[in-house]
């Protein structure tokens, strides 16, 4: 059976700022710049999800596309999707909300999920903010 | 001499929240769903400014295009970028910032701006929240 | 109040085969090319809706995306969606499918649903077969 | 018969240099920027060629894709792909290659192949440099 | 001399159905669900063909484009382009055709092609079947 | 402290020709095509550059993207961008302008900004020459 990668794209909407407690104000203002607006800003994200497993002969399919699709939007991606990710998100709280942080995030609630699905497992998280900036996950194994 | 349009495009991420303070609650948040979250989300905006003109032979060219990325960049879009839209633009004190309104803000601040250059006169300004839902304006003239 | 035009962008996925049975194969296979393949070829099509109409003020909006985004996700594309063009859907029996008679079709079937919102009419259909093919079509007045 | 407008997309390499030789090398060097380097630049160009009609029922085609795709793979494109427009393209000779000006010569080389073709006229020429440069042109009757 | 991948992307449309004739119908509803249509529906296909291997100092190339793009334009894609995967294509014969067992398919044909040119090795296959789904293959030692 | 790659896209435009003085004018236009005219070509590159390293809880960033997007503005990009590959850009002098060849100089000249960041490595880059062709260097250790 050859071991083949499948991805699902999505995207989601949400406002965000940069800013770490800790720091004064001046010294947050010069690390995050304009991502430190106190009121925020935002973005179209959008994430691609990659699984890893054996294609089985009698499906032809690493994963049921269906299950992924509907993990990510019925599952995941409501709790982000037209959000403030400073406020409105529980899996986010005392995380500054940089891309990285964020894909750190969606793998440790999308790897329990896809483990349930036998021979597969979450391979990489890539998350764009903008056409200029991604960011790509592969696990703390990695 | 040809007239031909010429159209630059450009970026800005920006939060947002549609309501209308004038709507309960519960109005505001079956008019417009998702995007009534208190807190705001957020887009990456994609605005496409086109000006249409003669084409002079010495210079090819119906209007500088460094000129116009300079209004853009430098005069209209940090108005805008990074910003909330509801709480840190003034030109958009009061107004709802659906797309729509968005737009038309746009085309009032542009439009002097290209009116200086002879010749020149501001013919559309396109405005994308997201790959899938965009507006475009041509003035009240049209 | 100003006049904007607002676009709804989706996707359908659909299997086609261009064909006019009053034409000898040989002809067919001269008109189509690899199009007349005998049974079918496919495409992600990807279709944007145009709107236009005044924006009120107290809702910002030509018409509220979500009702635009229900009608073409619920009403009009399910019957084109992962179907086979010539043999699955009713409202293109015995019309060739080509780009332009499907985005016909669709305007015929989108814009009655539009004319039930007041001040709104359907003012454009882009419809693409491939990034490097599209059709618009403005109405049998235009 | 409906009106349809169709479109093909096509792509050509170029190099370019933004110089009038009537002007003084510093007033070239302050009209067109970094775009007046004497050994040039270059861009990946897309031009999208329109062409309106109605459509015949018996072909359900405004024209032939094939064909408008031949004219411009064939008979047009081949000029200027993978050549310096200032040194290797007749057509250009003596004019400056801005983006409005190649335009312009695309459209008239373009509309007599079009005309050839019952009921169907050149509707537009969409010219890209880049992602965030492009121009229109309608020919010297819009 | 360094190492580096070269990848050529290139497109086909084409329609598919996805059944087990194993299964029942119910079964194969229930696991392939729109995608079991029938009469089969369709894509615009997007592959990737990455190949690996040092640059010569005298060509600066992998590979020569050229002879990549020709591989897959004129030896591969054929089979594949304006074709039902179900029914036209000799070598998925007996295959389910998933994006999966496709891209499994494709390496298997590109895979000697590639071997001929001393130095070079097929590194990787992506297929996406649309902008959101896409599988990618390493071969069977990855 | 997860590791995370993140990735900075840019754009430059070029001029650049294909060819080996060692070579005869036959061999070189064997060998190289269209991409070996004399005056040369051109494209829009696009250079993603993707840095390695862990995420401090501090900053929640793998690098500050305005140092990552300074470098390749400010630094690298200025020397390549609106010149002509073969003439304007020392670092090329003697060097066939390959996309393999060019991702390798920007990799040399990129590598020692990205030391200078304390956990930081660069990881990739990927090189662009036009939508269907793109290569990617992981440098000499790879």
Known sequence: MPTVEIT?????????RLHN?????????KLYGPCNNPNGHGHNYEIEVT????????TGMVMN????????????LPQFDHKHLNHDV?????????????????????EPEIERFEGCRLHKIRLSESRNNFVEYEGSSS
């Open 8 to 16: 699902r794209r999505a995207e989601f909407c949400a406002a965000h």
């Open 21 to 29: 407690p800790e720091f004064s104000d001046e010294e947050n203002h």
């Open 51 to 58: 699984v890893r497993g054996e294609v089985p002969v009698p």
């Open 65 to 76: 596309l269906n299950d992924l699709c509907w993990i990510l939007e019925e599952k995941i």
């Open 90 to 110: 529980p899996s986010l709280k005392g995380i500054i909300p940089t891309a990285e942080n964020i894909a750190v995030v969606l793998w440790n609630q999308i």
